[in-house]
C-alpha cells in the first residue's frame, strides 16, 4: 500500500506492507481515505526508484476528512473548473499547487 503525505510542497511516500506492520492492516487499508490526516511511526529509507519513503510500524488516523476531495491531476492541470475554484478557494489552494504558490509570494 503506496500513501502520499504532502506538507509545505514536500512529499513522503509511506509504502505499508503487511509483513512490516505492527497492527491490523485489513483496516488500515479500509479505514484510510484521501485527504485524512494521519500519524505514522516507522523507518525511513528509498523505494527501488529512489523515493525518499517510510516504512511505517504504526499509523494513526488523526483526523477523518469528512468531504471527499477531488482527484489529482497531472502536472500543470488543474483539478477543478473556474467556477468551482473561484466559489471554494480553500479547495483551489489545497489541491493546486500552482495557485498555492502564487499565494505566498503575493502574501
Not at 529509507?45 to 488523526?62: A, D, H, Q, W
Request: hydrophobic share 35%; net charge positive; charged share 30%.
Amino acid at each position: 500500500m503506496f500513501i502520499d503525505v504532502v506538507e509545505d510542497n514536500t512529499k513522503i511516500q509511506i509504502f505499508a506492507t503487511a509483513a512490516n506492520y505492527q497492527g491490523d492492516f485489513e483496516y488500515l487499508n479500509r479505514a484510510l481515505r484521501r485527504g485524512d490526516i494521519i500519524g505514522v511511526e516507522g523507518v525511513p529509507g528509498r523505494t527501488k526508484t529512489g523515493e525518499l519513503s517510510i516504512r511505517p510500524n504504526r499509523v494513526e488516523l488523526l483526523s477523518y476528512c469528512l468531504h471527499q476531495l477531488p482527484g489529482a491531476a497531472k502536472e500543470g492541470e488543474m483539478v477543478m473548473n473556474k467556477d468551482t475554484r473561484y466559489r471554494q478557494r480553500y479547495l483551489d489552494l489545497i489541491m493546486n499547487n500552482p495557485v498555492k504558490e502564487i499565494f505566498k509570494k503575493r502574501n
